[in-house]
């Protein structure tokens, strides 16, 4: 048996709801990752599961374990095909201008001593696209619906503060000054649903309820 809530499982694939604030890796200084559950998550069979994406520590929901090498090739370059259908939510630390809308940019990453590394919005750099929704409003802040094009780094992060103009409430990066880290214990950011076609076989398809903190700050996924 596993602690991690499994949300879909098949002879190829397991889609785990990660909680949010657990690394997949095991940390450099130490404590809990993912990683410590991967023997449970055989299930069994005889490899670990091997993560097909990345989705940062502090995001919940959504990760697709690959549950043996051939299927990890095929899932890898369905990411790579831009074949994914991912559904994101997030919670803004204030509410953005209009309902819905496209955001491209290009994103570069940088790093320095004082602040280690994080994206920026750069012409020279990568191109990402996330398609965006404002879902509801409750006490100033908003519930957005993400669904990116794209898999870039801290995509949907940079996005909020550069291209909405409104960072992800909590987040220690790229919350605006006096907002980093505040409002909330982690980034407020939920993997809520994915989808990866497959030739010859039903998709695999989950989704992963909204977590309590979320819903403690009064929102719902209706």
Known sequence: MTDIPILFEDGEALVINKPGGLPI??????????????????????????????????????????RNPKSLKRFAKSFEE????????????GVPEGEEGIIELSLSKISSAEKGWRMIAAKKGKASITHWRLVTVVDGRALVEFRPETGRTHQIRIH???????????DPVYG??????????RTML????????????PPVDAAAPMPADFTALGFSDG
């Open 25 to 66: 890796e095991r940390p450099r200084k130490g404590g809990r990752s993912l990683e410590e559950h991967f023997e449970q998550l055989r299930l069994g069979f005889q490899r670990d599961p091997v993560p097909v994406h990345r989705i940062d520590t502090d995001t919940s929901g959504c990760l697709l374990l690959a």
């Open 82 to 93: 831009r074949k994914v259908e991912k559904r994101y939510l997030g919670i803004l630390a």
């Open 160 to 170: 909020c503060e550069a291209g909405l103009g409104i960072p992800l409430l909590g």
């Open 190 to 201: 939920h993997a809520a649903a994915i989808t990866i076609p497959r030739d010859g076989k």
């Open 176 to 185: 605006a000054e006096g907002l980093r880290g505040k409002g909330a214990a």
